[in-house]
T-cell receptor, first 113, second 118 residues
Framework: QQQVKQSPQSLIVQKGGISIINCAYE??????FPWYQQFPGKGPALLIA?????SEKKEGRFTISFNKSAKQFSLHIMDSQPGDSATYFC????????????FGGGTRVLVKP | NAGVTQTPKFQVLKTGQSMTLQCAQD?????MYWYRQDPGMGLRLIYY???????DKGEVPNGYNVSRLNKREFSLRLESAAPSQTSVYFC?????????????????FGDGTRLSIL
């Protein structure tokens, strides 16, 4: 039983389009929500993270939207580029568990030129 | 600066064999982690070590043991490999002590060990 549910499993978007990935969680103790990006043959790398005291965080073309009441958060990739083609993982960490992360199942994004 | 180094990169085992996956980090991080990655399951925590001398079970510890050899090195051992342990294994490390105002620190991952058990 996954504590963090991620959708869709895969996504194809045209260059310049918007990629949207959604995650939902049940554990109300989660208070840190990072997104990791993984290229084939490589380990995941932190992309952007948010805490529940804000509803949105933007870094360049990447934006996290957070809805605390719905227990959902999403990643938007604006002006998607072929170099953004990767697998994206959402994750969550509870306050009492230090830095332990629970990951979603991952979304494979393909940006077509 | 190598970051997190995992060895070996690939390994094929027969059921019942044992092996140790090695991980070393050169970032002076306190905490280290072992995950397994399976299709559609994301990354699941096997064991972690909050600091040198301590280890704790994660979500899927059965069939594995770990050793925090020193601050730099954290190894994962499969005593009797089973086909269900076929996976990609990732080691990660992070700072434990948070900067002022920030509790969680990014985890830095190695490039993984691809393990097949026949």
């Amino acid at each position: 039983q996954q504590q963090v549910k991620q959708s869709p499993q895969s996504l194809i978007v045209q260059k310049g389009g918007i990629s949207i990935i959604n995650c939902a969680y049940e554990n109300t103790a989660f208070d840190y929500f990072p997104w990791y990006q993984q290229f084939p043959g490589k380990g995941p790398a932190l992309l952007i993270a948010i805490r529940p005291d804000v509803s949105e965080k933007k870094e360049g073309r990447f934006t996290i939207s957070f809805n605390k009441s719905a227990k959902q958060f999403s990643l938007h990739i604006m002006d998607s580029q072929p170099g953004d083609s990767a697998t994206y993982f959402c994750a969550a960490s509870p306050r009492a568990a230090g830095n332990k992360l629970t990951f979603g199942g991952g979304t494979r994004v393909l940006v077509k030129p | 600066n190598a970051g997190v180094t995992q060895t070996p990169k690939f390994q094929v085992l027969k059921t019942g064999q044992s092996m140790t996956l090695q991980c070393a980090q050169d970032m002076n991080h306190n905490s280290m982690y072992w995950y397994r990655q399976d299709p559609g399951m994301g990354l699941r925590l096997i064991y972690y070590s909050a600091s040198e001398g301590t280890t704790d079970k994660g979500e899927v510890p059965n069939g594995y043991n770990v050793s925090r050899l020193n601050k730099r090195e954290f190894s994962l051992r499969l005593e009797s490999a089973a086909p269900s342990q076929t996976s990609v294994y990732f080691c990660a490390s992070s700072v434990t002590r948070p900067d002022r105002g920030r509790r969680n620190q990014p985890q830095h991952f190695g490039d993984g060990t691809r393990l097949s058990i026949l």
